[in-house]
């Protein structure tokens, strides 16, 4: 299973936290910068604010995740850190509007629609997603605009188990990763596919390894997201409502099947396209499967929103170049040089200017 980290922690967005001029370039940092430069603000106070200035100043819109950079700053175990990198995140950054999530429940939604029509029970209209985004936002970062420790998480017995749950998956997510290393390190990457209907297993084993593992990952993620729930995400809330899930399965599912194999078009799904790739990718490094590569899959997914994806961690930043290769998309990835004493000199010398 793929959608791990809060792809339903629920952390609100703001419909104050404007993104700004829409001439603005986006820009998206993944985790590690907001800890690189919250130890650069504890050395030297006034770094964030600097950097406010210079991203604004430079026609940079910064966003951030509820599912990944806020569910990463809640899982801090210190309440005054996890305050801390909260307090940091709502000062430079916008919610990322709309998350990735829903962008790839609606890719899912578009192109099943377009192949068969029979599955779908209504359409999304435009209330429907403000709607949706409106309880998003009230359930993610409005919270922690009110209260940045994010205290009612170590009260409410419900976000424990939430939390909980995603825990489970983020563990057996790793350890299917390691499986998946081991079959491809045995077999030489020459995986081959198994299907019920001979015409499709054919079909399959027809293709190049890269859209190959896209379409046997997508079915897999996508069944299980649709059949066996495991936490709260757009693709599980919204595509069972939008979607017949009786007509998707009948057949013993054969219908499902076909459609992965033979219909789906992986770049009418760009941002599924790129999870995936970086999934491919993360499998080819030398880098133990870990739990954060879950976590890392929708921070490189912000490729495909932004203009630059900026990290300090060089495992993400070349699983980003990797999967660029095969699903190509809009944004620059960007690596920081931890170790240097400036996170704002850093960006400066990084990042282009306008």
């Keep these: 299973m793929r959608r791990t980290t809060g792809r339903g922690r629920r952390l609100k967005a703001n419909p104050r936290a404007r993104t700004g001029n829409q001439s603005r370039r986006r820009v998206y940092f993944d985790s590690?910068?907001?800890?690189?430069?919250?130890?650069?603000?504890?050395?030297?106070?006034?770094?964030?604010?600097?950097?406010?200035?210079?991203?604004?100043?430079?026609?940079w819109?910064?966003?951030?995740?509820?599912?990944?950079?806020?569910?990463?700053?809640?899982?801090?175990?210190?309440?005054?850190?996890?305050?801390?990198?909260?307090?940091l995140m709502l000062r430079l950054a916008a919610w990322a509007k709309p998350p990735m999530d829903l962008v790839a429940a609606i890719e899912v939604f578009n192109e099943a629609a377009r192949h068969q029509p029979s599955w779908v029970r209504q359409y999304m209209g435009q209330q429907d997603r403000k709607r949706y985004l409106r309880f998003r936002f009230d359930n993610t970062w409005a919270v922690v605009e009110k209260d940045p420790t994010a205290a009612a998480i170590e009260s409410s017995p419900a976000l424990q188990g939430q939390l909980s749950?995603?825990?489970?998956?983020?563990?057996?997510?790793?350890?299917?990763?390691?499986?998946?290393?081991?079959?491809?390190?045995v077999t030489g990457n020459k995986v081959r596919a198994n299907a019920t209907d001979p015409v499709l297993e054919q079909a399959l084993n027809a293709l190049p390894p890269q859209e190959l593992y896209w379409r046997v990952q997508m079915y897999q993620d996508y069944t299980l997201l649709l059949l066996d729930r495991k936490s709260p995400s757009a693709e599980s809330d919204w595509l069972p409502v939008l979607l017949d899930l009786d007509r998707v399965f009948a057949n013993d599912g054969r219908d499902w099947q076909r459609f992965w194999v033979l219909q789906a078009d992986p770049t009418r799904m760009p941002a599924n396209y790129l999870y995936v790739a970086g999934l491919y990718c993360q499998e080819e490094e030398p880098k133990p499967a870990d739990r954060g590569s879950s976590v890392d899959r929708i921070h490189l997914c912000y490729l495909h929103q932004c203009d630059a994806v900026v990290t300090t961690d060089g495992?993400?930043?070349?699983?980003?170049?990797?999967?660029?290769?095969?699903?190509?998309?809009?944004?620059?990835?960007?690596?920081l040089n931890r170790s240097a004493t400036s996170a704002?000199?850093?960006?400066?010398?990084?990042m282009p200017a306008v």
Excluded: H
């Design 315 to 335: 495992g993400l930043f070349m699983t980003m170049v990797c999967a660029l290769k095969i699903a190509p998309s809009k944004g620059v990835p960007i690596l």
């Design 165 to 185: 749950a995603i825990d489970e998956v983020l563990t057996q997510n790793k350890g299917l990763q390691k499986e998946r290393r081991e079959i491809r390190r």
């Design 32 to 59: 590690s910068v907001y800890a690189y430069i919250q130890a650069c603000e504890e050395r030297a106070p006034g770094e964030v604010a600097a950097i406010r200035r210079w991203l604004r100043s430079n026609g």
């Design 344 to 350: 704002l000199a850093e960006l400066q010398r990084c």
């Design 61 to 87: 819109g910064l966003v951030a995740s509820d599912e990944a950079n806020l569910g990463e700053a809640i899982s801090i175990p210190s309440r005054d850190q996890r305050a801390e990198r909260i307090r």
